[in-house]
């Protein structure tokens, strides 16, 4: 079913969201954020769940991990009741000890991928010195942190896959609004994710835009409303390349990146949603051209 809704102009969305009656006659619907944190070329999403309940998803590389502490702080985030890595890679798990080691988690879920680097050594070693429980993710998992969501995880890893392969995917639902978190999957998970209920109003792009993913046929499937992509302007591998953002358009979905926007938060009641960006996507031409 094509639950794509007639879309209007961000500041307009924004202000019938605010202004629109409650869904429940005199009581507002409770608010669930989400915030897509600019960590250059990596990975970090904060959600405060309807129920108050926080939930990290990676924290970018390791000189992101001040960023990410700090945009905590200033949400007055004092600790966070799910943390997942969605796997090993030093552009998603490098900032995790810098937050373990400033604010308490309570728990973690994992991908169960190993690796064998530094940064991968560094995790587990701060993991184990704050005696966090973990738990490592299993396709089809439901994850209950909040009665008012549905989270649920469709891919993680298994057999002889690859980091990226292995990556955590997230289907979170608040009502009629739904996110879509597909971390680094390639087009292999891709293939086998549309047998899944992958539509979503809200999508982050899988691996930042690289070739390796965002195939037409998953994009038509999500058949996102807004696509989210996390990258560094200035990154050497290219992101994102021309065949993603060919086929966003394709699907007719409003494209947003940390790379031109900086931090991008959405604010859903699980009715409708509204999407504000830090800054305006001409802020890097603006600082040249100053």
């Given at each position: 079913m ?125 993991v ?23 989270i ?28 879509l ?57 290219g ?13 007719d ?38």
């Amino acid at each position: 079913m094509n639950k794509r809704k007639k879309r209007l102009p961000v500041f307009i969305f924004c202000l019938l969201f605010l202004l629109a009656p409650s869904p429940i006659q005199g009581e507002r619907m409770p608010e669930m954020l989400v915030h897509f944190i600019d960590v250059g070329q990596g990975d970090s999403i904060l959600i405060q769940t309807p129920s108050d309940k926080t939930i990290l998803i990676d924290a970018g590389p390791p000189d992101a991990g001040e960023k990410v502490t700090s945009y905590l702080k200033e949400q007055q985030v004092s600790e966070i009741d799910l943390l997942v890595a969605t796997h090993p890679d030093i552009d998603h798990i490098g900032g995790l000890p810098k937050v373990i080691n400033s604010v308490k988690v309570k728990k973690i879920l994992d991908s169960g991928k190993l690796h064998t680097t530094k940064t991968y050594a560094k995790y587990i070693r701060t993991v184990r010195k704050h005696d966090i429980p973990v738990t490592i993710a299993k396709q089809g998992d439901e994850v209950q942190l909040d009665s008012k969501l549905d989270i649920r995880v469709l891919n993680s890893h298994s057999g002889f896959k690859s980091n990226n392969q292995s990556s955590i995917v997230l289907k979170i639902t608040y009502g009629k609004i739904d996110f879509l978190l597909t971390s680094d999957v390639e087009k292999s998970q891709e293939k086998s994710l549309l047998k899944e209920n992958v539509e979503a109003e809200i999508m982050k792009v899988a691996h930042h835009g690289s070739k390796t993913s965002s195939s037409l046929a998953f994009l038509k499937k999500v058949n996102p409303q807004a696509a989210i992509l996390t990258y560094h302007v200035e990154n050497d591998f290219g992101h994102p390349v021309d065949r993603v953002i060919s086929n966003l358009h394709k699907v007719d979905a409003d494209i947003y990146s940390t790379a031109m926007f900086g931090d991008v938060v959405i604010t859903t009641n699980g009715e409708d949603y509204f999407l504000l960006p830090e800054r305006n996507p001409f802020y890097n031409l603006d600082r040249e051209a100053g």
